[in-house]
């Protein structure tokens, strides 16, 4: 019995270890991908590939003002140290064209290798519809048109507030890390 309680507070040791060492790591945005408005995918839009279909999509959508926009935001998370590190909670904020279009929370953990980095994915599904009733038809072009082939956008940015959670407390980050990759930026 008593190698066990011993064994338990060595692994709560190592977690709380892990945890605490993802304040030395550091977050980029890595890319977008599967970016679909109201379910056409945006490189069809972008490369003017679109369908009869699509067309009836986005015009059905942009006269309704519901406009789904659903994608994949994937964040890097690099550790350059010799030990692991652990992300339990991560809550988001996505904006486009500087202005907050979601948010969530992140309640998958993640660990990180020493001297790796990692990819967390992020499922995000908005409505555009407020952002091309204002800007008309031609901004949902120019959205899509800000993709490159690797998934980077000037107009997709991210906010993210990492918390850690040891022994059944959950301390955020003292505010949101801003992550942004421009157009053509590697």
Partial sequence: MLFSSCDILNDMMNQA??????????FSLKNVNNVNVAG???????QGNLTAADVV???????SKKVPLSMNVNMDVKNPTAQEAALSVLDWILAIDG???ASGTNKQRY????STTSTV???VNTDLGDMFSQKGLEALKTFASSFTNEGISSKVGLRIKPSLV?????????????????TGAK
């Fill in 17 to 26: 270890n892990s945890v605490a060492n993802l304040k030395n790591c550091q």
């Fill in 40 to 46: 056409v995918n945006v490189k069809n839009l972008s």
């Fill in 57 to 63: 999509k986005l015009v059905a959508a942009y006269q």
């Fill in 99 to 101: 202005k907050d279009m």
């Fill in 111 to 114: 660990t990180i290798k020493p």
């Fill in 121 to 123: 994915p992020l499922g």
């Fill in 166 to 182: 040891a022994g059944g407390t959950t301390i955020p980050y003292p505010g949101y890390i801003k992550l942004e990759k421009k």
